[in-house]
């Protein structure tokens, strides 16, 4: 009995050895296709990764203990964290990226559109925007109507996800954020009217290379594999990747997440 106890003890062991060394150990919580999903599967493995359709879900699974961390940009990450008691944001950055608005491959209103982006950031209306947004200048938000409203003008449809503060987000019967104003600008200066699509994130870039919509801004991140399949802008936003933590829980750095990390080739 007791050389099989030992034999059984041993073989628990070793099961258990085995079943560590399969995954990092780590639950992270991201916006499902977001550059907060694609760097964090890179870096930590599939097996790590829980995915949920807005950011608000995954901080609601970091606050029921369903995940260790949320990856997600910065400026969401401020409002999440605002507005839930009990959570921070750590001090070093994850990752930072350029923001872009993205098109089908090959589109005509690519130059036009971009040709009036440039002009908005040259004479500094974008950076006004931003500015009224993250700083808090005190200027009036502009929103965008979430009904369509029927001009004689042509449409600029524009893919969205509005669950992403402050770039683009709901209030009351208007979409307001960065990426809804400095649009509108944008089809002001062209002749059009903006019209925006509230859509899944995963579904902007496929609608965009379908031709479903005129483009897509969504805090848009400007990735190899997102120029295999769409036409990006110049770049109008810096961006930056944070983690979400449980204050006092057991990630409290960056470097804290090192062990973790899989191994690079």
């Not at 496929?206 to 005129?214: A, D, F, R």
């Not at 770049?235 to 930056?240: D, E, H, K, L, P």
């Amino acid at each position: 009995m007791k050389k099989l106890l030992a034999l059984t003890l041993s073989v628990l062991m070793i099961v258990a050895l085995f079943a560590g060394c399969g995954g990092s150990g780590i639950k992270i919580g991201v916006q499902t296709t977001t550059t907060g999903d694609i760097y964090a599967t890179g870096d930590f493995g599939e097996k790590a990764i829980t995915r949920y359709d807005n950011g608000a879900v995954a901080v609601e699974a970091l606050k029921n203990g369903k995940v260790d961390c949320v990856i997600i940009d910065n400026e969401p990450a401020k409002s999440y964290v605002a507005a839930n008691s009990g959570l921070k944001i750590l001090e070093t950055e994850y990752a930072v990226e350029d923001y872009a608005i993205c098109f089908q491959k090959g589109s005509s209103l690519k130059a036009t559109v971009d040709a009036a982006l440039k002009t908005l950031i040259e004479d500094g209306s974008v950076k006004k925007i931003v500015d009224k947004y993250i700083n808090g200048t005190g200027e009036e938000k502009v929103g965008v109507p979430v009904s369509k409203v029927d001009t004689d003008k042509p449409d600029l449809i524009m893919a969205t996800n509005a669950e992403f503060p402050p770039y683009e987000y709901v209030d009351g019967d208007k979409y307001y954020g960065i990426d809804v104003e400095v649009a509108k600008l944008i089809a002001d200066k062209i002749g059009y009217d903006l019209v925006i699509e509230n859509v899944s994130f995963d579904s902007i870039i496929p609608g965009v290379q379908t031709g479903k919509y005129s483009m897509g801004m969504a805090g848009l991140t400007v990735t190899d594999d997102r120029i295999e399949k769409v036409d990006f802008s110049s770049t109008y936003a810096t961006g930056v990747q944070v983690v979400i933590v449980k204050d006092g829980g057991s990630i409290n750095a960056i470097e804290d997440l090192d062990p973790y990390y899989l191994p690079k080739e």
